[in-house]
């Protein structure tokens, strides 16, 4: 049979086979509008595929480190390859790590994989949530996507924590006995949760084994729940795009999902699989075998968790102390109550700033245009206080290294981190929001005059200027186009009176938009073209005069 045959006879066979899956199941219509869908080609909007790459990387090694890892804190003697740990005493979990990582083929790479993709993950999924943020795309209608991302964002640090905790090697075991501590800091009730969670009193004989069941089983399906929500709601919603018509000269945001994005998709996809690969084969991360098994005795400086539990960590080190006291014959320790009570509140705050943000503009238009962070002034201060609230709680999980490296007193490395906890948010929110302003009033000046060119001409009456260049529409587009909000004002209801309620809103609404700088009008820049057109005008008669 000729290869023309052939190939004839295997599109008959794929075309008989589409045609019985759509008779069944109706599936052409909806891959065809769905292949349809655009998707932006701008570099930001990568970082939610890293992450979700970074996830199927996750998914693959650790269903490789399943077969051969065993939760168990049952006590073995090692009689395994490691020389230096050769008798003795540790945990079948620790014995286990330690077989998978010198015993097993490829049982190393695949454990540094299995870590380095996740603290990518966690780090290209904060990333994305500051650029979904920061240009505004969680307004309506994507507010309760933007809540999907923040509980799948939870999610990813929890399955880090409780995979890091699985190896029960002295660093795992130290972060474990901080958790413990701070769950019995809970008045009433922190000991009886502890001895459920750990099986008696710490280290106990469940925790590993209820942690892996955490971590292999409830947190990835959760996960995958709410990626498939997340992708489903972004599909319905149809993707944000950056001010302006597209690309400059044309009408083009993005390509469609068939068949470019998928091309694309996949050759990225294995571009990130391939850096965790390369990053995992020559950079060690968590070496277990240094540590050893974990023994509550020995508690040395700089056990540190992964970053992304580091702020938690930080916040409890940078608590003032001397903030207990007895109710009732418990003692409360609000040096361990008071910052959990500050992460939760800030976890809080990120979970509903859309709402609020949507109840102090009053802004019901649905959004598929993304901000220019620089127009809005406050949220972009306020995205900024955060972060370097966060980054400071994430350093304080480090004032032990910063005293022993820099031979400075421990004492005055957190005096000086709990002094800048409360000051250099609030200086950061200023600069940032002057910043801001400073940069709308430049665009205003460059859509309304245009772009400097350098060039000084003088003219007859012997005034020097210098002559500026007007825009085009793409790039006038982009500096004029967004909205002027203007501050609420506190109105009274259908009762005549105004309500509290009414009255927080329009204190916040005046803290808003009360220096907003107005985006430059048709009338103003068409005066102002109009204007440079005369000067022109006046410089070639100049000239002509000259010749």
């Known amino acids: 049979m000729s290869n023309s045959a052939n190939t004839q006879k295997k599109n008959s066979f794929l075309a008989g086979t589409a045609n019985y899956v759509d008779e069944r199941l109706g599936v052409a219509g909806v891959l065809k509008e769905f292949g349809r869908k655009i998707f932006p080609d701008h570099w930001s909007f990568m970082l939610g595929e890293v992450a979700l790459y970074s996830f199927l990387v996750l998914l693959l090694s650790g269903t490789f480190l399943t077969f051969f890892f065993q939760p168990s804190m049952t006590e073995v003697v090692y009689d395994g390859v490691y020389a230096p740990l050769k008798g003795a005493h540790m945990s079948i979990a620790y014995a286990s790590s330690l077989d998978i990582t010198f015993e097993v083929r490829g049982g190393l790479l695949m454990r540094q994989v299995h870590h380095w993709s996740a603290l990518l993950f966690v780090a290209a999924a904060g990333l994305h949530m500051l ?33 890091y905790s699985l190896p029960d090697d002295l660093l795992s075991g130290n972060g474990l006995r901080i958790i413990d501590g701070m769950i019995k800091g809970i008045p009433f009730i922190g000991i009886w949760i502890s001895s459920f969670l750990f099986g008696g009193e710490f280290p106990g004989t469940e925790i590993v084994a209820r942690l892996y069941s955490l971590h292999i089983m409830l947190i990835p399906a959760l996960i995958l ?133 949507n109840w102090i503009t009053g802004d019901k238009r649905e959004h598929h245009v993304l901000d220019r962070p620089r127009n809005a002034p406050v949220r972009t201060a ?43 948010p609030i200086v950061s929110f200023i600069v940032t929001k002057r910043i801001c302003l400073s940069l709308q009033r430049k665009d205003r000046e460059i859509a309304i005059h245009g772009r400097e060119t350098g060039r000084i ?90 010749k």
């Open 131 to 163: 650029r979904v943020f920061f240009t505004g795309a969680f307004r309506k209608p994507r507010e309760m996507n933007w809540v999907v991302g923040f509980v799948l964002f939870i999610l990813g640090m929890g399955a880090g924590f409780t995979g």
């Open 225 to 357: 729940v709410f990626l498939a929500i997340h992708l489903v709601m972004l599909v319905v919603h149809k993707h944000t795009h950056y001010s302006g018509a597209g690309k400059k000269d044309t009408n083009v945001v993005g390509y469609p999902l068939m068949p470019v994005y998928v091309a694309k998709a996949g050759g990225f996809f294995f571009i990130v699989f391939g850096v965790i690969m390369l990053i995992s084969t020559f950079f060690t991360i968590n070496p277990i075998w240094n540590y050893g098994g974990y023994d509550p005795s020995p508690v040395s400086a700089g056990t540190q968790p992964d970053w992304y539990i580091g702020w938690l960590d930080g916040a409890l080190r940078l608590a003032p102390t001397g903030m207990e006291f007895m109710i009732g014959g418990y003692t409360v320790s609000m040096n361990i109550l008071l910052p959990l009570a500050v992460s939760l509140i800030f976890l809080a705050l990120v979970a509903i700033y859309p709402f609020i943000e």
């Open 382 to 424: 306020i995205g900024a206080a955060g972060v370097m609230f966060y980054a400071i709680l994430w350093a304080g999980a480090s004032t032990d290294l910063i005293a022993t490296q820099f031979k400075m007193s421990l004492n005055q490395v957190l005096t000086a981190m709990q002094i800048s906890l409360i000051v250099l």
């Open 457 to 546: 001409v003088r003219l007859p009456h012997g005034e020097y200027i210098e002559v500026h260049e007007p825009l085009n529409d793409y790039e006038l587009y982009k500096l004029v186009d967004y909205k002027d909000y203007q501050p609420t004002l506190a109105r009274p209801n259908a009762k005549g009176k105004i309500t509290v309620g009414a009255r927080i809103r329009a204190s916040l609404s005046k803290f808003y938009f009360k220096d907003r700088v107005s985006p430059a009008s048709q009338s103003e820049i068409e005066a102002a073209r109009h204007h440079a057109e005369e000067i022109e005008h006046e410089v070639q008669k100049a000239i002509e005069a000259a």
